[in-house]
């Protein structure tokens, strides 16, 4: 189980080296929720709880990783944060 209440189904693959890519989507220490640095930057905070401590992403569930690809969830180099993530599914 993640921080969510579900079932981590996406893990990152450390072992490719994507640059920047991981570095475009946060997971807020707090709430859990994923948000955009467009969104940390423009807003200094969470847009869900106002915390202001981040980290990156290691794990996703499957909600998460649908939004993504989808485009509901939409940053720069998207494509290659799947990539990193492409493979390790549990």
């Known amino acids: 189980m993640n ?3 579900n079932s ?21 220490k707090d709430c859990q929720a994923l ?4 969104v940390m930057q423009k ?8 915390n202001k401590r981040f980290t ?4 996703l569930n499957e909600a998460e990783m649908g939004d993504i690809r989808s485009g509901v ?3 720069p180099d998207r494509e290659l ?4 993530f492409a493979g390790i599914e549990q």
């Not at 948000?35 to 467009?38: D, E, G, L, Q, R």
């Not at 944060?81 to 990193?84: A, G, I, V």
């Open 3 to 5: 921080g969510n209440g």
């Open 8 to 28: 981590s189904t996406h893990q990152r693959n450390y072992y490719e080296d994507l640059g920047r890519a991981h570095d475009y989507l946060l997971r807020c």
């Open 35 to 38: 948000v955009t640095f467009a």
């Open 43 to 50: 807003m200094g905070c969470c847009d869900k709880c106002g």
């Open 56 to 59: 990156e992403i290691t794990l």
């Open 73 to 75: 969830i939409d940053f």
């Open 81 to 84: 944060f799947l990539k990193e």
